[in-house]
């Protein structure tokens, strides 16, 4: 097995700690213990008995994750250290070498690289920008072989912000039933959607769907490292042999922790801040796009970032770097994403870090471009 380096993750970690404005981040500003448990809360964790849980997660939070979507039970829900594991398992246990896999790019690129690792064959279809970084349904049904056995959708965008409108995913459901293919939906940043209106999620609409979710990006919670899967039954109980070869069970910290998040009036509560958060942010970036012609952007829809293209003759990891030296401000590449004249920038950190950030961006621009 032959892995090509996951470029996204390597830049951010090792630089992400290093400058004083990180804004190549993707979710939203982690909360404290203290700030998200009550004292009575607080004081049970101590209480949690710090051994082995169920290796494919507790009974308790499988059912509480089974809640959040239609007609499921925790036979269809597998728990994982945090939504990275869920994507490695799946792919471990649904793809064959030989199987054709379909990805909407630009997309988090952790199953892309996975998936060509094992030897099975990543077929791109590419999201519009001038659709508004949507995709083009035609496109994907040429895309589609003999061979083909999932299709996969990072759903809010990563590192866009797009949103398909209920018309689009029917289709989208529609072609994988046409074809009987699994469906798979990154959903870790369903939630934040800005408009406060939660999109419908993939689970609910097709039998065939695998859904991976989690508490890092939309929740604000990615240091519990709690991460799911939710689709057929025996799928996730392949995932669960799968897992039982990696790391056998999640923090039983975590899991406590995520059992009082996911309970639907908290949960309300944490995504109501997230979207207070970003809608504040995103107002902050418009105006600043308004004054700083050299950057243009279709705005996100949810998510913790934006996908800004950029006028000036430098490519983008280039760019970033010069940033990085000079104004101590850390953004991503679009090079990461194949796509160069694009930078990725975080909008989930409190505004003044944000605002300061692209004070500094744009006195770097004006005096390194004109």
């Known amino acids: 097995m032959e892995f090509q380096e996951f470029t996204l993750e390597r830049i951010q970690s090792l630089y992400e700690n290093t400058v004083e404005h990180n804004l190549s981040d993707s979710g939203v500003h982690p909360y404290t213990l203290r700030e998200l448990l009550n004292p009575d809360q607080l004081a049970s964790l101590l209480d949690v008995e710090l051994g082995y849980g169920w290796t494919n997660g507790g009974t308790e939070l499988r059912q509480s994750v089974a809640n959040l979507y239609k007609d499921r039970n925790p036979d269809n829900v597998i ?103 699994y469906l798979h939906a990154d959903e870790v940043y369903r939630g934040s959607e800005l408009d406060g209106n939660e999109t419908a999620t993939f689970a609910d609409l097709y039998d065939k769907a695998i859904v991976t979710a989690g508490l890092s990006k939309a929740l604000a919670l990615p240091g519990l490292r709690i991460g799911w899967l939710v689709g057929p039954a025996d799928v996730i109980y392949t995932t669960w042999q799968a ?48 004054e700083n012609n050299q950057y243009s952007c279709h705005l996100p829809k949810a998510g913790g970032m934006a996908f800004m293209r950029y006028a000036m003759p430098i490519n983008s990891t280039k760019l970033i770097h010069e940033i990085r030296e000079k104004r101590s401000i850390m953004l991503l590449p679009g090079d990461v994403y194949g796509l160069d004249g694009y930078i990725r920038i975080g909008i989930g950190a409190p505004i003044e870090h944000l605002r300061t950030g692209l004070k500094e961006l744009s006195d770097y621009t004006k005096s390194n471009f004109g």
């Not at 792919?91 to 997309?107: E, T």
């Not at 690792?117 to 496109?139: H, K, Y």
């Not at 995520?258 to 958060?277: W, Y």
Request: with cysteine; glycine share 4%; aromatic share 6%.
């Open 79 to 181: 728990i994982t250290n945090g939504s990275a594991e869920a994507n490695f398992l799946l792919v471990m246990s649904v793809l064959n070498p030989g199987d054709d896999l379909i990805v909407f790019v630009p997309n988090y690129l952790q199953m892309w690289g996975w998936a060509k690792a094992l030897g099975i064959n990543v077929v791109e279809v590419q999201l519009r920008e001038e659709l508004g970084w949507l995709p083009d349904m035609n496109e994907l049904r040429a895309a589609i072989t003999p061979r083909t056995k999932m299709i996969t959708i990072c759903h809010p965008n990563n590192p866009t912000g797009s949103l398909l409108n209920e018309a689009a995913m029917a289709e989208l459901v529609d072609i994988s039933k046409e074809h009987d293919l």
């Open 243 to 290: 897992k039982d070869y990696t790391s056998i069970t999640t923090s039983a910290i975590s899991e406590y922790i995520a059992n009082i998040v996911i309970q639907p009036e908290k949960r309300a509560e944490v995504l109501d801040r997230s979207r207070t958060l970003l809608n504040a942010n995103v107002d902050l970036l418009s105006g600043w796009l308004k």
